[in-house]
């Protein structure tokens, strides 16, 4: 149902207006960001599960690579799509807070069809090239620093702020679901017809395009004083650094998952190790996120009140454990159950820093501090799959896995002494007083 507009010369009514309620999915606005997000992710998530076949494929059958040779090639494609998101992210965080938010992730959405229309023309025609596929992930890694701070710069201003942790909850459900889906419909979708699979993907990146363009503009917070682009950006890396809560939040899941990031290596497990073959990888991604979906429904039907920080703290830290049984699995359906744990932990830890993180902020900063955010998420991700890659080269897949799950809980527990702020964060209720930058 779309969103009726006021009579002309009439501002819209804000969703504080509203009479309150406890579903976000009350506000039709809301409903269409969810949709938008959900056939996005399903998209991407399905692309990325099969690049990252097709990559260590391609290297194992056109280019004669080793196994470890061809392990390393899938760090490089981390390493490939983590440079722009570095480059551009203050870029990112500085155009969600001076431009309409919406139109920024509708822009995300359309780079990415372009990808999927490319890599299937060219798996169609049997023409792809490591060369072509580490360009692709590059220019996706652009796609992603625009989208990711924008779509959580929306969330807050679609919603009332009682309504936001629930909100949070149910964006996470949006993309955990589309988690689940995507890499499972990809790998079967890719065994019946390789090309097929970006025809699936562009067909939703269109659909989330429309969708979002549905939703009521959202235009950035009037500042009293604008400033060089420049001097707004470096504005909210130091605020993120000033407030040592946040800096703590952030870096842990950098850390944590810059280590412990054993996706990298799920083309390796299911070809070499599990014997899966192109199911398996999309198996083993789903996995993971069937855990995160099952906990952020239960966070959306009864979210946390009390001790966030330390539950979170343990979050993480589970996480690092079953990193560690997942790298010593010889059996799909015990790495499939350990996934599973995995990614339930992952979402605890999502869900706690992602609403800690979003009442914490400012709204005129909150699309840079998203940026710093996003930076941090994908320097763990996309680094995190060049250090797979890296160490498996030296140590063997399963060695890197291993280590790096046992370096996540040695992450945990050192965080938990150099930022003390996080074992106290009791509540959801704002840490520091947040002042204008």
Do not use: C
Request: charged content about 15%; proline content about 7%.
């Amino acid at each position: 149902m779309a969103t009726i507009p006021p009579p002309e010369g009439e501002d819209p009514v804000m969703p504080e207006a509203a009479p309150k309620a406890q579903s976000p999915l009350s506000f039709p606005d809301f409903r269409y960001f969810w949709l938008a997000r959900f056939t996005a992710v399903m998209a991407t998530i399905a692309m990325v599960v099969v690049i990252g076949y097709q990559l260590y494929d391609t290297a194992r059958s056109d280019y004669g690579m080793s196994i470890k040779e061809a392990s390393f090639q899938l760090g490089l494609l981390g390493l490939f799509q983590f440079v722009p998101l570095a480059v551009l992210t203050p870029v990112a965080g500085w155009a969600a807070d001076r431009f309409e938010r919406r139109r920024v992730a509708i822009f995300s959405n359309l780079i990415d069809l372009l990808i999927a229309a490319t890599l299937g023309w060219f798996t169609w025609t049997d023409g792809l090239t490591l060369w072509l596929l580490f360009a692709l992930a590059a220019l996706h890694g652009v796609a992603r620093v625009f989208s990711g701070p924008a779509m959580s710069a929306i969330a807050p201003n679609i919603v009332p702020p009682a309504v936001l942790p629930r909100a949070i909850a149910m964006s996470s459900i949006a993309w955990q679901s589309a988690s689940v889906i995507g890499p499972a419909a990809g790998g079967l979708i890719y065994a019946a017809h390789p090309a097929a699979v970006y025809v699936f993907a562009a067909i939703l990146l269109a659909a989330s395009a429309f969708t979002l363009s549905r939703v009521r503009p959202v235009q950035p917070p009037p500042a009293e004083v604008r400033r060089h682009p420049l001097r707004e950006m470096v504005d909210g890396l130091r605020f993120v650094w000033v407030e040592r809560f946040l800096l703590g939040t952030i870096t842990l899941d950098l850390f944590a998952v810059l280590l412990a990031g054993a996706t990298a290596m799920f083309p390796v497990f299911a070809r070499d190790i599990l014997d899966a073959g192109p199911e398996g990888a999309g198996l083993m991604r789903a996995a993971v996120a069937l855990g995160s979906v099952a906990v952020a429904v239960g966070l959306a039907v009864r979210p946390i009140e009390r001790n966030v920080g330390v539950k979170m703290l343990w979050a993480v830290a589970v996480f690092g454990a079953t990193t560690v049984a997942f790298g010593f699995s010889t059996s799909l359906l015990l790495s499939l159950g350990l996934l599973v744990v995995m990614g339930g932990a992952d979402m605890f830890s999502v869900f706690v820093r992602g609403t800690l993180i979003q009442l914490n902020t400012p709204d005129h900063m909150r699309g840079r501090v998203s940026a710093a955010s996003g930076l941090a998420i994908s320097a763990s991700n996309e680094l995190g799959e060049m250090r797979a890659g890296a160490m498996a080269a030296a140590l063997g897949p399963v060695g890197a896995v291993v280590i790096g799950g046992a370096g996540a809980i040695g992450v945990t527990a050192l965080w938990a002494w150099i930022f003390p702020e996080l074992r106290r964060a009791r509540t959801f209720e704002p840490q520091f007083k947040a002042g204008s930058t």
